[in-house]
């Protein structure tokens, strides 16, 4: 989805597991090589939100509701 260009915008935090750590690394390799804007941390998380709130038009959906939606 990120190599199609249907996502614009990724936030990707993890725990200290070592799949979640290749899991975020592959996603990060996808948005760099993509030019998605991704953010890691929680801090950078929420103050992109924050920004982002005073948007309008937006379509906000997780990972996991995308994924529900194709399965």
Do not use: P, W
């Not at 690394?25 to 709130?53: D, S």
């Amino acid at each position: 989805m990120v190599k199609a260009g249907e996502i614009q915008l990724v936030f990707s935090t993890v725990d200290e597991t070592r799949t979640a750590i290749a899991d975020s690394r592959h996603i990060r390799t996808a948005a760099l090589a993509n030019r998605v804007t991704y953010y890691t941390t929680m801090a950078g998380c929420e103050a992109a939100t924050e920004a982002l709130k005073h948007q309008q038009g937006l379509t906000v959906k997780s990972l996991q509701d995308l994924h529900a939606e194709l399965h």
